[in-house]
Each structure stands twice: as structure tokens, then as C-alpha cells.
Nanobody, 123 residues
Framework: VQLVESGGGLVQAGGSLRLSCAASGRTFSSYGMGWFRQGPGKERDFVAG????????NYADSVKGRFTISGDNAKNTVYLQMNSLKPEDTAVYYC?????????????????WGQGTQVTVSS
């Protein structure tokens, strides 16, 4: 499966962005899907994930209540709605797919990755 992220950009603190991850090849409903991010000089960290069935979701504590992950089977696309953005949310955001079909919080559990999209939040 190929993953392509879009929707990143520059936004002021308190603003919102919606990231999209379009899957091609195999339908994304075959995979557990996750969003990770990597800030400047930092490791790549788990942000949010959704199970293959779409019924299970998990979020990093730092984004709970602000970010929402969802999927659209018809469009073969996973979204990350980001509200109340903070400067510390600035990072490159990556979409990933896991053959396990489950939500996993570690990079090694994911088999396919997108190229990333930059999100910059100004104060």
C-alpha cells in the first residue's frame, strides 16, 4: 500500500488543521492506521491510531481532547483533525499502516509509511 499525506501548513496557535492520508493499492480498512510526528531534534512519536474495524482509537496523552482520528472507507483515506493547536505540535506528521489491523504505538509495529507533511504552529 502507498500512503500520501496532505493538509499540513502554517497555522497560529489555537487554530485547526485537518491532515489526510490517502491510501492506494490495498484498501486501508485492511490495516491498523496510525499518525506519528517528529519535531525538530526529537524522536518520532505516536500521536493517534485507529483499528482496522474503525471501532478502536488511541491517542497520545498530549493530544487527547484536541485531535481526532477518523477514516473514510469510500475514499480510502484516514484523517487527523487537529484543534487547539499549540507551538509544541510543530512537527512533520507521518501516516503509517500496520498489518496487525490494530492500533500500535511503536514505530516498529507499522509496515508502511508516508513521506510526511509539515505542520508549523506559530505562537
Amino acid at each position: 500500500v502507498q500512503l500520501v499525506e496532505s493538509g499540513g501548513g502554517l497555522v497560529q496557535a489555537g487554530g485547526s488543521l485537518r491532515l489526510s492520508c490517502a491510501a492506494s493499492g490495498r484498501t486501508f480498512s485492511s490495516y491498523g492506521m496510525g499518525w506519528f510526528r517528529q519535531g525538530p531534534g526529537k524522536e518520532r512519536d505516536f500521536v493517534a491510531g485507529i483499528t482496522r474495524s474503525g471501532t478502536g482509537r488511541n491517542y497520545a496523552d498530549s493530544v487527547k481532547g484536541r485531535f481526532t482520528i477518523s477514516g473514510d472507507n469510500a475514499k480510502n483515506t484516514v484523517y487527523l483533525q487537529m484543534n487547539s493547536l499549540k507551538p509544541e505540535d510543530t512537527a512533520v506528521y507521518y501516516c503509517a499502516a500496520s498489518n496487525t489491523g490494530l492500533v500500535r504505538t511503536t514505530q516498529g509495529s507499522y509496515d508502511y509509511w508516508g513521506q510526511g507533511t509539515q505542520v508549523t504552529v506559530s505562537s
